[in-house]
C-alpha cells in the first residue's frame, strides 16, 4: 500500500460544498427577509424623542406657511436618491395632520440652519398626543378647560399629572361606554333585526292593503311590534347611559399650541395617551414600548384602520384557521387513508393522486371563485332557503353570504393538498411488519389502520396540519371573496348567543395588510402599521405552528422506535 | 373459532390420507396418524408469487401440541408456507396457490371462512420483532380489545398471564403503561409472543423467532417454546440447527420449495435418509 494511494481524496466532496451553499443561501433571504420585517415591525412602538428644528429662510420645504419652525420625530434618514455627494434627508413625522394636512415631511439636511444640522434640539416640554382622530398631535399644552369655568395654566406645578390622569379617567369611561355599546346594545340589535327580519317575512310579496286585509297576520305583525318596543325601551335605557358617559367625555378640554403658532382645543375625551418623549429615561421607554405593543395587540382599530390596534384581525385570523384545521384535516386524513390503504393501485388512483398534487397549483383566487359559486351561492344558499325561510323571505341572507364558516372551508378545501401529501407518506411510513403484526392478531382492516397504522403516523399527520396551517393562514386574494373584511363590527366568537357566529364577516391580518399598505391614501403613515401587522401575522402562525409541534414532538416520543 | 376447527373434524379429517404423505416421513418414523394431526397440507400444495412457483407439491400433517421445525437453506419457502397458515400471504397481490391446508380438518381456504377469525386461532410471531408504538399493556391485550372484549378485570387478567408465561412479567409488572418500544430487542420479541398468546389462539407460528437475539433471550425464548406446547401447537421456522433439535418434535426439511425430508427430530437429525438433508444437517451446504 503506497502513502498515494491513502492520500486519494473521496469523489464528490466538492457536493457537499454545493449543497452548504444552497441552504446558506436559501437561509440568508429567509433571515433577512424576517429580520426586515421584525425590525420595521417592533420599532415602531419605540418611542422616538421630538426635535424642535429651524429651516433656513430660502427653504421650500416648510411645513406651516408662516414659519420656517417646526417640530417632529425621524422616521426615516437616507441619502437624497441622485445625490452622489452623500447629502441626507430626514423624512420628519410632524402628525397634527388636523392642521398641516399631511403628517410626514421630508427635509433636506442642507435646509436646516446651521445649528440645528449639527445637533437637533429637542424640547423637554414638548408633548406627544395620540388622538382619537387625526392621529398624533406634537404641542405644547396651553391651558386647561375644567368643567364651565375653572381654567388651569399650563404653567402650573402639577398641570401634566393633573392632565394624564383625566385622561387615564376619560379612557376608562371610554372602555365602559364602549363595553356597553358593544355587548348589552349589541344584545338588543341582535333581537331587534331578527325581529325586523320576522316582520319583513311576514309581509313579503304582500302589497299594505292585503297585508290590512288579513286580519290575523296584522295581529301577528303587532305581537312583534310590541316585543320589539320592549326591547327598543330597554335600548333606551342604555343608550342613555351610554350617551351620558360621552358627553362626559366633553365635559374638560386642552388647549394646545403647535411650535408652529396654531393653536387648537379638543375635548379630553379625544385624546387615548398624551407623553412627553423628550423626558423619558430607559425605564419608561420600556413601559411605553410595552403599553403600545399591548395596546397594537389588544385594541380595535381606529379612523379606517390607521390608528388603534388590530385585535379583530388576529382573532379572526386565529378563528378561521382554527376552523380551516378542523375542517381539513378529517377530510384530508381520510381522503389519504383510502387512497393509500384502500384503493387498488390504478390508472384511476394515479389520476386521482395527480389530481390531487396539481389542486396545489391552482391560483388560490380561483378557490376563492370557487367558494364564492359552492358554499355561498350553493350551499349557503340552500341552506338559507332550508332553515332560514325569513331570512330568505326578507332577502337577507344569512348563510348565503361571505361568512368565516366559509372562508374556512374555502381554505381547507385549498390546503386539502398538503393534508393528503403528508398524510399519505405518513401512512407509507408505517413498517409493513407493524401493519402484519396487527392483522395477525386478528384486527381488521380499518381495525389495523384504526388502532395501529394512525397512532403511529400521527406526527406526520401533525406535520401536515403545520404546513396547511401556515399555507391558510397567510392566505389573503381568496378570502377577499368569501367573507374578510375591511372593518367587522363584531367578532366571530363573543358573549351573545349562540357564542360562535359562523354567518359573520371577519377580519384577517393579512387582508389587513393589504388594506392597510395598498389601498390607504396616506401610504408612508401605513408603513409602520404594514410591518407591524406583518410581523404578528408572522407571530400568530409561528406560535400556531409552535404549538402543533409540541404535540408532535409528544406523540413522536411516544411512539418513537427505539434504539436496539 | 369452534366453527373453523372443531366442528369439522368429523367429517374431513376421517378421510383416507394419500398415501404420500408417509412416503416423506421414511421407513422409521412413525407417521402422524389422524387423530394427532392438527394442520395438514394436502394435495400437493403449491404456491406461487406471481407467475413464479415457489412451493411444489406439499403434502405433510402437523401434530397438535408439538413443536414442528420447518428447516431448508435461505429462499426454500419456509417463510412462505408459514404464512399460508394464516393466510398473511394474501396481502400480496398475485398470489396463487394450489391444493389445499386444513386446519383441524377446516380447509383455510374455504371462501366461507373469515380470515380475521382464522388470524384469532392462528397466532403469529415475526422474524423481526414487531411490537405496536402502543404502551406494553395494550400490546397484549390487542387482540382481545379488536375482538371487542375491553372487561377491565379480563383485560388484566390476561396481561399478567401472557407475560408471565412469555417470561417477560418479572421485568416489565411496574412498568406496563409505558411505551413498548423502550424494551430491548430480547424483551421486545418476548412481548411479541405474549401477544401471541393473548387470545388463546391453537396455534403459534412463530418466524424465526431468536433471529435477532443474543443466546440468553434465545435460551428463554426455547424454554418458553417448551412451555408452551403443552397448550398450543407450534410450528417454528430456524436456521439454527441446535434450536431445531432443542425445542421440535419433528422437523421438515425443505429444499427450493420442495418437503424433502421430515419425521421425528431426533430421527432426521441423527440418520436422515436423504443425502440432502445429510448435508444441509451437518452443514455441509445451506
Ligand atoms: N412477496 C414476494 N413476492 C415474490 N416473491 C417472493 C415474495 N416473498 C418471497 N418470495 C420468493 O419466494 C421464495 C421463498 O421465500 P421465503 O421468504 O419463503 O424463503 P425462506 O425460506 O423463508 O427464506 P429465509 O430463510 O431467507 O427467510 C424466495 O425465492 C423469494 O424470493
Ligand atoms: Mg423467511
Given amino acids: 500500500m503506497k502513502l498515494e494511494d491513502l492520500k486519494q481524496r473521496p469523489a ?12 446558506a443561501l436559501g437561509t440568508v433571504m429567509v433571515v433577512c427577509l424576517l429580520w426586515v420585517i421584525f425590525v420595521n415591525g417592533i420599532t415602531v412602538f419605540w418611542p422616538k424623542p421630538v426635535y424642535q428644528l429651524e429651516l433656513d429662510a430660502n427653504s421650500t420645504h416648510r411645513v406651516s406657511a408662516e414659519t420656517n419652525v417646526f417640530a417632529g420625530a425621524i422616521s426615516m434618514d437616507r441619502e437624497i436618491t441622485g445625490a452622489d455627494d452623500g447629502t441626507r434627508e430626514y423624512q420628519f413625522f410632524v402628525g397634527n395632520k388636523d392642521i398641516y394636512g399631511f403628517m410626514y ?205 388590530i385585535f379583530p384581525a388576529i382573532f379572526g385570523t386565529f378563528v378561521m384557521t382554527v376552523l380551516m384545521s378542523i375542517a381539513v384535516m378529517p377530510f384530508g386524513v381520510l381522503a389519504a387513508i383510502y387512497l393509500r390503504e384502500y384503493a387498488k393501485d390504478g390508472l384511476f388512483v394515479r389520476g386521482v393522486r395527480i389530481a390531487v398534487n396539481n389542486l396545489a397549483g391552482v391560483p388560490s383566487i380561483v378557490f376563492g371563485a370557487f367558494g364564492v359559486g359552492f358554499f355561498i351561492y350553493m350551499a349557503g344558499g340552500t341552506i338559507d332557503r332550508l332553515f332560514f325561510p325569513d331570512y330568505v323571505a326578507s332577502k337577507v341572507p344569512y348563510f348565503g353570504t361571505g361568512g368565516i364558516l366559509w372562508a374556512s372551508l374555502t381554505l381547507a378545501l385549498m390546503t386539502v393538498p398538503v393534508v393528503v401529501v403528508s398524510t399519505e407518506e405518513a401512512l407509507a411510513a408505517v413498517p409493513r411488519a407493524v401493519r402484519e403484526g396487527a392483522l395477525a392478531c386478528g384486527a381488521s382492516k380499518w381495525q389495523t389502520i384504526q388502532r395501529v397504522v394512525l397512532p403511529a403516523s400521527a406526527p406526520g399527520l401533525l406535520t401536515g396540519l403545520i404546513l396547511a396551517m401556515a399555507r391558510g393562514a397567510g392566505e389573503v386574494a381568496p378570502l377577499m371573496l368569501v367573507g374578510v373584511v375591511k372593518l367587522a363590527p363584531e367578532l366571530p366568537i363573543d358573549s351573545v348567543a349562540p357564542f360562535i357566529h359562523l354567518d359573520y364577516k371577519f377580519m384577517h391580518l393579512g387582508f389587513h395588510i393589504y388594506d392597510v399598505g395598498f389601498q390607504s391614501p396616506d401610504s408612508e403613515a401605513a408603513k409602520p402599521m404594514v410591518f407591524a401587522t406583518t410581523f404578528l401575522l408572522i407571530l400568530l402562525v409561528v406560535v400556531m405552528n409552535l404549538a402543533a409541534i409540541l404535540i408532535r414532538n409528544h406523540l413522536k416520543k411516544k411512539y418513537s422506535t427505539s434504539a436496539f | 373459532m369452534t366453527t373453523l376447527m372443531s366442528e369439522p373434524e368429523t367429517q374431513e379429517t376421517s378421510k383416507p390420507q394419500p398415501a404420500d404423505q408417509t412416503a416423506a416421513g421414511s421407513t422409521e418414523d412413525k407417521a402422524v396418524n389422524d387423530s394427532e394431526t392438527l394442520i395438514e397440507v394436502k394435495d400437493n400444495f403449491g404456491f406461487n408469487y406471481g407467475s413464479t412457483q415457489v412451493l411444489f407439491d406439499l403434502n405433510l400433517r ?139 389462539p391453537e396455534v403459534i407460528l412463530m418466524d424465526e423467532p431468536c433471529s435477532a437475539l443474543d443466546p440468553i433471550a434465545t435460551g428463554k425464548i426455547e424454554e418458553l417454546i417448551d412451555e408452551l406446547k403443552t397448550d398450543y401447537t407450534i410450528v417454528i421456522v430456524t436456521h439454527n440447527m441446535q434450536q431445531a433439535t432443542r425445542v421440535s418434535d419433528r422437523t421438515a426439511f425443505f429444499y427450493l420449495g420442495k418437503l424433502i425430508e421430515y419425521g421425528e427430530t431426533t430421527k432426521l437429525f441423527t440418520n436422515p435418509q436423504e443425502k440432502r438433508t445429510e448435508d444441509y444437517v451437518s452443514g455441509r451446504f445451506g
Avoid at chain 1, 280 to 287: E, H, L, P, Y
Avoid at chain 2, 108 to 117: R, T, V
Fill in chain 1, 12 to 23: 464528490g466532496e466538492p457536493m457537499v460544498w454545493l449543497t452548504a451553499m444552497g441552504l
Fill in chain 1, 105 to 309: 415631511k421630508f427635509v433636506p439636511q442642507a435646509d436646516l440652519v446651521e445649528s440645528d444640522r449639527t445637533k437637533l434640539t429637542q424640547p423637554k416640554d414638548i408633548m406627544v398626543a395620540e388622538r382619537l382622530e387625526y392621529g398624533n398631535a406634537i404641542f405644547y399644552p396651553v391651558s386647561m378647560q375644567l368643567g364651565t369655568n375653572e381654567v388651569l395654566r399650563a404653567e402650573t406645578p402639577d398641570f401634566t399629572t393633573k392632565l394624564y390622569a383625566l385622561v387615564e379617567e376619560c379612557n376608562e369611561r371610554r372602555a365602559k361606554y364602549t363595553a356597553l355599546e358593544k355587548k348589552d346594545i349589541g344584545r338588543i340589535n341582535h333581537a331587534i333585526r331578527k325581529i325586523d327580519i320576522q316582520i319583513k317575512a311576514l309581509t313579503a310579496n304582500k302589497t299594505t292593503k292585503e297585508v290590512q286585509a288579513d286580519a290575523a297576520l296584522t295581529a301577528q305583525i303587532d305581537a312583534k311590534e310590541k316585543e320589539k318596543e320592549k326591547w327598543n325601551a330597554e335600548y333606551e335605557i342604555l343608550a342613555k347611559q351610554a350617551e351620558e358617559m360621552r358627553e362626559a367625555q366633553e365635559k374638560d378640554s386642552l388647549t394646545y399650541r403647535l411650535v408652529t403658532g396654531e393653536e387648537k382645543t379638543l375635548p379630553l375625551g379625544d385624546f387615548v395617551h398624551i407623553y412627553q418623549p423628550n423626558q423619558f429615561g430607559f425605564g419608561d421607554k420600556v413601559g411605553f414600548f410595552v403599553s403600545q405593543f399591548w395596546g397594537f395587540l389588544s385594541e380595535n382599530p381606529r379612523e379606517a384602520n390607521m390608528e388603534g390596534g
Fill in chain 2, 62 to 200: 402437523i401434530p397438535n401440541r408439538k413443536v414442528t421445525a420447518l428447516i431448508g437453506p435461505s429462499g426454500c419457502g419456509k417463510s412462505t408456507l408459514l404464512r399460508c397458515f394464516n393466510r398473511m400471504n394474501d396481502l400480496i397481490d398475485g398470489i396463487s396457490h394450489t391444493g389445499d391446508i386444513t386446519i383441524g380438518g377446516q380447509s383455510i381456504f374455504d371462501p366461507a371462512l373469515e380470515i380475521i377469525s382464522l388470524r384469532k386461532k392462528v397466532g403469529m410471531v415475526f422474524q423481526k420483532y414487531n411490537p405496536f408504538p402502543k404502551t406494553i399493556y395494550e400490546n397484549v391485550v390487542f387482540s382481545l380489545r379488536v375482538s371487542g372484549r375491553n372487561n377491565k378485570a379480563l383485560l388484566d387478567e390476561t396481561v399478567e398471564r401472557s407475560l408471565r408465561r412469555s417470561a417477560l412479567w418479572d421485568e416489565v409488572k411496574d412498568r406496563l403503561h409505558e411505551s413498548a418500544l423502550g424494551l430491548s430487542g430480547g424483551q421486545m420479541q418476548r412481548l411479541c409472543i405474549a401477544r401471541a398468546i393473548a387470545n388463546e
